[in-house]
């Protein structure tokens, strides 16, 4: 079945710098994507969202761009900080889907260097 | 507040027996979930439910039993049939389609 995927399973970077996490999705029908964060031994919280009829949301220090046309999702963190070392999972929902099941990705742990 | 709350937060279990696991939302949310998620794993679905007494089969529901009798409630059972129980499992919970979940803390299940 078609599923949202994740390219880089760790992603390492200096405290203060930007990070960036990208996602892959092979659903043309899916119009809406969230980003999860996974701290450890915890459930996923929800970070930010967007639909398909946007191509950019910002939220505090966090930043979805969608591109449709070539089905890539990214977050982006500025100036990234210890309590930013989690894992972080993209998902996709289709709302004609008769389910109301969200796709996930297979997760990126993002990991910050003091 | 509300939230979704799953119980316990550490289960063990010996081989052979079934378990449960509690998951209760207060959110009036319609469809509630259960994940497992494996060390430095992703999330598979176990089952999933849209609607009181009504539940779908997910990705890996063998060895898995749910019932929904309840809007708020969506307990989980581990049978003995699952041979590799030792997991995280998680519940989660959405108001409707097109729309992102509120997710348990999770329930840490160890087979001893």
């Known amino acids: 079945g078609e599923s949202v995927g994740l390219h880089l399973p760790t992603l390492s970077v200096q405290e203060g710098d930007n990070s960036i996490i990208n996602c892959a999705y092979s659903n043309s029908a899916s119009d809406y994507f969230i980003w999860y964060k996974q701290e450890s031994g915890k459930g996923p919280q929800f970070i930010i969202d967007?639909?398909?009829?946007?191509d950019k949301r910002q939220g505090q220090r966090v930043t979805v761009l969608l591109n449709k046309t070539v089905k890539h999702l990214s977050l982006q963190i500025a100036a990234t900080q210890p309590g930013d070392s989690a894992v972080y999972f993209c998902a996709e929902n289709h709302s004609m889907d008769s389910s109301y099941k969200l796709i996930f990705g297979s997760g990126t742990r993002l990991l910050v260097r003091p | 507040d509300g939230g979704i709350t799953q119980s316990p937060k550490y289960l063990f279990r010996k081989e052979g027996q079934n378990v449960t696991l509690s998951c209760e939302q207060n959110l009036n949310h319609d469809a509630m979930y259960w994940y497992r998620q494996d060390p430095g794993q992703g999330l598979r679905l176990i089952y999933y439910?849209?609607?009181?007494?009504?539940?779908q089969k997910g990705d890996i529901a063998e060895g898995y039993s749910v019932s929904r009798e309840k809007k708020e409630s969506f307990p989980l059972t581990v049978t003995s049939a699952q041979k590799n129980p030792t997991a995280f499992y998680l519940c989660?919970?959405?108001?409707?389609?097109?729309?992102?979940?509120?997710f348990g803390s999770g329930t840490r299940l160890t087979v001893v």
């Open positions: 989660a919970s959405s108001i409707d389609r097109g729309g992102g979940y509120t």
């Open positions: 439910s849209q609607i009181v007494n009504d539940f």
């Open positions: 967007i639909r398909s009829n946007m």
